[in-house]
């Protein structure tokens, strides 16, 4: 090789490692689609599943390595195998566009091949109408409709999925466990070639089923149909999925409203079932039989003869001892033609049927108070057929009974205890501090948000409705009190509140002011307290507790409550806290401090404004507690599922009139719990009421529930 040829090749190599260096790394790396591209699809059906299919191809005999095949079905991948086929689901009678694509090194590439693909019908129909009741102790019934026009072999039972058993009859029985536990069934022909699933049912311990459908019964007959229709049923966990109606044991149709028109079948008897979401059926309806000679429906007058053999419509119901929740109906009986027979009374509230009654004359309960509801009612014969409905009669039911109490409690809306116990127990309190507002740590902003139902429960019955505004940070709450256009803001914006809510007042709940913040917070207080009671508000404050007026105490110096008390309509004192979440352990309210806190506000001017707050929960520390281990707050019920879980015994302590205890968790952490109970609480009531002070509760739905027979909380009437 001559030395010019020696450049030249030099140049040549050096060219090529350029233009290789510069080619993308996927175009370098992407293979021809002749080493890779599936070919010779082919579908065949998956042995003992009649909705899937087997899908093979063959593939090239030179290959890269790391080479994978993704399966697409109509667009939407499937699945992804190293290997030459894969089952995909294919409902019977389907049709699909099933693509395989080439994978190399994890990449798709542009190398596929496609096949359409039928699947085969199923070989003895799809299980329709699979439900669960109730069955012997500890276990459900699992009950289906056999296929139409065919006779299964059997029946395979898939659980969570996986198939679990063979059976020859279209009922299974099944043990209710602690776990949800999902049910589906399929046919299976004689090759043992599985039909597709039915729709899943979900077992599991202390599910029960929906109310049964009342009044049901056929609305409308004409010679070539029958509408039939019922009341609503109630889904005791979830809610109500549809129902389904039955001829003969069998499904026929499945609907979403309580309503529905189907072909005219002489001598054809329905009955309907109630489902909720997890596939749990209610008990039958009374039957509806559309006989040879069934009546065409027509309208009538009340005690009118009844057209065509129905029955005629019944009185309008006449409303006694209607009262805030319950309310007595009567009517007089409907018209029935010579051969019927009465089966009951459809109870109509605003259109919707909610009951069937036997007699003319119904009790009703669970009503809201002051609501306002149009009723009427409609005969059943014993075939189902209904009469037209009476005429309505609208009934307003009375007003709750008031409250009687004088008790102050607040309530903490975000938990449903809370409310719950309030709505139990209102007729001993007087007034509620429901927490809806609070402020922004970023923004210094009021945020938040009213709940009207417990706006509403509580006027109702006359509790006056004092929300908390709820500010915990030292930073922000100095802003508010000393930066004139931010206080502007907030005075203006918790009136505000008021006008827009309709709420009775404010409760103020302010705490972590700084000391230097003492004469601010003050006219703060003042400037709001002129605001509402210029509208007929009241005001509220809550306080930290003391037994003197320390200068430069953390919690106590910024409330100055002679300042306060002439324009607050109650000053409420938060008697609790000798102990905290980061403190040692120990008793949380000693009686002997909280004696001595209600000495020193008898000496304050208005003194009767000022009520004694006691805690209603108890406080749960690890080890020695502190910052390190800060304790965590325990309700009374919660700590007695305490006691017993570890076997835990309480001591009383006579010195500071509270319990305690001790346990050992399961990672071997020693606890120490500090509360109080009915008594030890009522004995605080009991020390307020002595000095002629206010009493209330830190929080509503946390207490001993025998708190609320004590003396101190005794109403008339």
Known sequence: MTLRSLTSFAALAVALALTTAAAPASAAAAPACSTVRPAHLRVAPSTGAADRVIVA??????????????????????GQTSSRRMSIALPPGKRARVTVVAVVGGRPTRCSARITVGGAQAPAGAVVGLAARPGARGHAVLLWDRPAGSAPAGYRILRDGRV???????????????????????????????????????????????????????????????????????????????YRVQRAGRTVKAVRATRVTLPKAAGASYRIVALDTAGWASADSDPITVGANAPVSGKSRPGAPAPHGAPGAPGAPVAAAVGDTT?????????????????????????????????AQAEVANLEPKSGHDWSVAAVDTTGV????????????????????????????????????????????????????DCDHASAALGGRNDADIVRFAQDRKVKVLPRINCQSTAILHRILTEPA??????????????????????????????????????????????????????????????????????????DYAAIAPHLDWVFVMAWGGHWSTSAPGPMDDIGWVRHIADYVSTMPNHERFVIGTMLYGMDWVGDGGPDHPGEGRHYPEIQQLIARYGATPIYDADVDSWHLSYTDEAGAAHTVWYPDAATTGRRLAVAREHGLGIGFWRLGQEDDRLWSAPELAVAG
């Open 386 to 437: 209904v009469s037209a409905p009476s005429p309505v009669t609208h009934v307003l039911q009375a007003d709750p009974p008031p409250t009687l109490g004088t008790a102050q409690a607040f309530l903490l809306a975000s938990t449903d205890s809370s409310f719950a116990a309030f709505r139990k127990t209102y007729r001993q309190i007087g007034v509620i501090y429901p927490t809806f507002w």
């Open 327 to 359: 309310l007595s109906l009567s009517w007089s009986p409907a018209p029935l033609p010579d051969g019927s027979a009465l089966r009951g009374y459809r109870l109509i509230r605003d259109g919707v049927i909610v009951a069937q009654v036997a007699d």
């Open 57 to 78: 191809w063959s593939v090239p005999p030179r290959r890269p390595a790391r080479l994978a095949y993704r399966v697409l079905r109509d667009g939407a991948v499937v």
């Open 486 to 559: 931010l206080r502007e803001t907030w005075l203006s914006g918790v009136v505000g509140l008021v006008d827009q809510y309709g709420y009775d007042g404010l409760n103020l709940d302010f705490e972590a002011v700084a000391a230097a913040d003492r004469d601010a917070l003050t006219s703060f207080v003042i400037d709001l307290s002129g605001r509402l009671h210029a509208q007929g508000k009241l005001l509220s404050q809550d306080v930290s507790p003391k037994t003197k007026d320390i200068p430069n105490h953390p919690r106590g110096t910024a409330f």
């Open 164 to 242: 679990a058993q063979r059976v020859t009859r279209p009922s299974l029985t099944v043990p209710m466990t602690k776990r949800a536990v999902r049910y589906q069934v399929a046919t299976l022909d004689a090759k043992g070639r599985r039909g597709p699933r039915s729709s899943t049912v979900t077992v599991q311990a202390g599910h029960r089923p929906p109310t049964r459908p009342a009044g049901a019964g056929a609305a409308a007959v004409t010679g070539s149909s029958i509408t039939l229709s019922w009341g609503r049923s109630r889904a005791v966990r979830g809610r109500i999925a549809g």
